[in-house]
């Protein structure tokens, strides 16, 4: 939603700071710079990237409108899940949760977290984790380095997309100025030509650089942005639930690995102790 919003404020204030010194709209409506920039820019794009790539491109945007779901709820809800989850391996032994690992979404334990269960990256990665545990099949040393692994492949996976459109970003003002040069080399055929005449085709080779400098700074630069910064805070979730997973391996208590947890988690989206403490006590073992 803030992506639309800001795009919104972007092109209403240039537009609109154009308009009040009197300039005329329809010159910015050059369809042939249209063609040459965002045609060169698709093409070059298609030509730098493979498809599996670029699919990723139209998975991805609407996350982006929509949003971080990432907040103190969704953080909340994840402590209690591992707490949950935690308690139950304490009380009835690692086996005892050994369904539920395997089949989270038809688990009475998981069932409870619905923003955990929606997110299917987090499930795997939480219940692998656990899976691991269950079959004895690593020590906490290696379970931490399996995670660290797991977690450098999600970013080096989520800094795809915003590298992709950076680059793009970057190819926009030289393009701009591509389409401005065509637009001067129309204009050197007409220097016979009225004052009127000579002005409109300098002004329309002028609007490829100002379409290059403002669809570059003012609309994919952002959105990079914007998928980057999502992208740092799914990492932040995941590395939550990682010290979490690896304080409980070590033998930590489950309120002492939902606090290692807890602790991982940003100040302006960290629940307190005070707050977190009675929705744990709400939790009962089955």
Not at 57 to 70: D, E, H, R, T
Not at 169 to 193: C, F, K, R, Y
Not at 221 to 237: M, S, V, W
Request: proline share 6%.
């Amino acid at each position: 939603m803030f992506i639309i919003i800001g795009i919104a404020i972007v092109f209403g204030c240039v537009i609109g700071g154009f308009l009040m010194i009197d300039g005329p709209l329809g010159v910015l409506v050059q369809p042939s710079e249209f063609v040459v920039i965002g045609g060169a820019v698709i093409g070059a794009t298609l030509a730098s990237n493979p498809l599996k790539f670029l699919m990723r491109i139209i998975a991805a945007l609407p996350v982006a409108l929509k949003g971080s779901p990432y907040n103190k709820n969704t953080y909340s809800e994840v402590l209690r899940m591992q707490y949950d989850i935690f308690v139950n391996s304490k009380k009835g032994g690692l086996l005892s949760i050994e369904d539920d690992v395997n089949n989270p979404h038809s688990s009475s334990l998981f069932t409870k977290y619905p923003s955990f269960t929606a997110n299917h990256h987090a499930v795997d990665f939480f219940c692998d984790a656990m899976k691991m545990l269950v079959n004895g099949a690593c020590s906490p040393e290696e379970l931490e380095i399996m995670l660290d692994a797991e977690m450098e492949t999600h970013h080096d996976e989520g800094a795809i997309l915003p590298a992709l459109l950076n680059r793009a970003s970057d190819a926009l003002p030289g393009l701009g100025i591509v389409a401005a040069v065509l637009g001067i080399v129309v204009t050197m055929q007409h220097l016979d030509g009225t004052p009127e005449e000579l002005g409109h085709h300098i002004g329309a080779a002028l609007v490829g650089t100002f379409l290059g400098l403002l669809l570059s700074y003012g609309f994919l630069a952002p959105i990079a942005a914007n998928l980057d910064n999502l992208a740092q805070d799914e990492g932040k979730y995941f590395n939550c639930i990682k010290a979490g997973l690896v304080s409980f391996a070590n033998g930590a208590a489950p309120s002492t690995a939902v606090e290692f947890s807890r602790k991982t988690i940003y100040s302006f989206d960290r629940p307190s102790s005070s707050e977190l403490e009675p929705l744990l006590k709400e939790i009962k073992p089955r």
